[in-house]
């Protein structure tokens, strides 16, 4: 098994432009979330899912969207990229709210 | 939701040192969980607990959840430099997210 796969590994974008961040998991596990993380400032949720068709807003949901059209994918949509929004980025997956999360690889990104 | 502070943010330690770490909550937590982020890397699981007083160990590693369920703490015995990293703890309800605390660095100078 993969696990949780997360694609890119980096990426720097110019301000106001627009990308996905994807996220995969192979586990047919029912959660999943994306979390972003600066420097001293922990995990800090974006948005979750409990399940195909179900998303949720997190602690930090402004300036990103997600869908969840698969048990398998969780993918994080960045529009208008803003230099606030540098990060990294880990989507993590779990088999129900109260079992272990396994987290991805995480995304670097930078915006300039 | 469930909030939950950790102290210290940072904490530095001479190999073979004990070290602490808190976890806090002003509500009844439904469980709490740990996560090592080694430098560079992703949170790794380390354990769960559910229940009121529970202690769990692991190797060198105690693990306690309070009889309130409002606080948790993980105590590394002898430490090592394999221990270096960002220690997490994290908790949720049903049908939510895991949220997490802004975690404990450690450092260990040998």
């Known amino acids: 098994n993969a696990g949780v796969t997360q694609t890119p590994k980096f990426r720097i974008l110019k301000i106001g432009q627009s990308m996905t961040l994807q996220c995969a998991q192979d586990?047919?596990?029912?959660?999943m979330y994306w979390y972003r993380q600066d420097p001293g400032m922990g995990l800090k949720l974006i948005y979750y899912?409990?399940?195909?068709?179900?998303?949720d807003k997190g602690e930090v949901p402004n300036g990103y969207n997600v869908s969840r059209s698969t048990t398998e994918d969780f993918p994080l949509r960045l529009e208008l990229a803003a230099p606030s929004q540098t990060s990294v980025y880990f989507c993590?997956?779990?088999?129900?709210?109260?079992?272990?999360?396994?987290f991805g690889q995480g995304t670097r990104l930078t915006v300039v | 939701g469930q909030q939950v502070m950790q102290i210290p943010q940072y904490q530095h330690v001479q190999e073979g040192e004990d070290f602490t770490t808190y976890c806090n909550s002003s509500t009844t937590l439904s469980n709490i969980q740990w996560y090592k982020q080694r430098p560079g890397g992703h949170p790794v699981f380390l354990i769960q607990?559910?229940?009121?007083?529970e202690v769990k160990k692991q190797k060198r590693l105690t693990f306690q959840f309070g009889e309130a369920k409002k606080n948790s703490s993980l105590h590394i015995t002898a430490t090592q430099t394999t221990d270096v990293g960002t220690y997490f703890c994290?908790?949720?309800?049903?049908?939510?997210?895991?949220?997490f605390g802004k975690g404990t660095t450690l450092s260990v100078s040998s």
């Open positions: 607990l559910v229940k009121s007083g």
């Open positions: 586990m047919n596990h029912n959660y």
């Open positions: 994290a908790s949720n309800q049903a049908g939510t997210a895991l949220i």
């Open positions: 899912s409990v399940g195909a068709g179900i998303t």
């Open positions: 993590a997956s779990s088999y129900s709210w109260n079992t272990e999360a396994f």
